[in-house]
């Protein structure tokens, strides 16, 4: 068979989810790719389910490490891909059968570096769908624009088909949380052309224990510190677009500071707290100039300026009803 896809996907305690999954992907209409399932130390049946299939199916492929988290599972993942082209699917969402044929027809009649369907997100009481609009086209410059505004497409990568020839050195960081904000943006400034339709195809459910929810649970500054590396990149070889990314770096900053104030032990994440303090001050002159900030929040980032203290006091008096 003639792999044109290598569609990867890290397996870790989605027992309940794992069937659905495979079964979807499976099911594609597109059928010239190869399945590899990371069984990232999974400590329930998900490494015999995935040997199951691959008993019954020659394109499913399972490799079983320690558990290391979903980038190293993925990067394991692309050390051994060898389609034209890569995709992700986390193993507790499902994809709709034309999903790969629907990307590999647009990479491949538009001549593009990666191909954005849409996605459904399915939260436990409500269905919310992404974007319906109709093929658009971008050069790099337009495609890092998008993804930044992340209006059309943004830097997840389930919802995309990339040449796996742009990842030769590219990998996901290990250890982090924002792991496809820290990688997508350096993906797309290797790009000639970026697609996008929006034709919801992905199936992503929206529940508790997903890494984003657990990032916010445990008051991580990962992101904070992944668009301060972002920033640098972009002033360098996009430097028009430095806001876009100091209006992430400014919103991140001060949602993981309210939360350390509102904790309750504030002394447990001291550190964090005033290292993103610095950190957001030393891009104040950029963020007190974003149109996009409202004047309570500028008056905030003021604060904070004069000493992270005072934007500490602050937060209290709001949350007391004391300050509106």
Not at 27 to 54: H, M, V, W
Not at 241 to 257: F, I, Q
Not at 284 to 308: E, S
Request: aromatic residues 10%.
């Amino acid at each position: 068979m003639n792999t044109k896809i290598s569609i990867i996907v890290p397996v870790y305690k989605v027992e309940q989810y794992l069937h659905k999954c495979i079964d979807s992907i499976l099911a594609q209409t597109f059928k010239e790719f190869e399945l590899i399932l990371i069984n990232d130390g999974s400590p329930d049946r998900c490494g015999e389910i995935c040997e199951a299939y691959a008993k019954k199916d020659t394109r499913v492929k399972v490799i079983h490490k320690e558990n290391g988290g979903q980038a190293s599972a993925r990067n394991m993942g692309l050390d051994i891909a060898c389609g034209k082209y890569v995709g992700f699917v986390d193993s507790d969402d499902w994809i709709e059968p034309d999903m790969y044929e629907l990307l590999y027809s647009l990479c491949e009649t538009y001549e593009c570096d990666i191909a954005n369907c849409t996605s459904k997100i399915h939260y436990k009481d409500r269905l919310k769908i992404n974007g319906t609009h109709s093929l658009i086209i971008h050069d790099k410059k337009q495609a890092m624009k998008e993804m930044l505004k992340g209006e059309l497409y943004d830097e997840v990568v389930w919802t995309k088909l990339i040449k796996r020839s742009l990842l030769e050195d590219i990998r996901f960081p290990v250890g982090i949380t924002y792991e496809d904000t820290a990688f997508t943006y350096k993906l797309i400034h290797k790009c000639n052309k970026v697609c996008c339709i929006g034709s919801p195809k992905y199936n992503y459910i929206k529940h508790e224990g997903s890494t984003m929810d657990n990032a916010v649970k445990n008051i991580k500054i990962d992101a904070v510190l992944v668009y301060e590396e972002m920033y640098k990149f972009i002033s360098k070889y996009y430097s028009e677009l430095t806001s876009l990314v100091v209006l992430k770096l400014s919103n991140s900053s001060l949602v993981v500071l309210r939360m350390i104030v509102e904790n309750g032990d504030f002394n447990q994440h001291k550190k964090d707290y005033y290292k993103v303090a610095m950190i957001l001050n030393s891009y104040f002159n950029q963020t007190i100039k974003l149109n996009y900030l409202p004047r309570n929040v500028k008056i905030l980032l003021a604060a904070l300026r004069v000493h992270p203290k005072i934007y500490k006091f602050l937060i209290g008096f709001i949350n007391k009803g004391w300050l509106i």
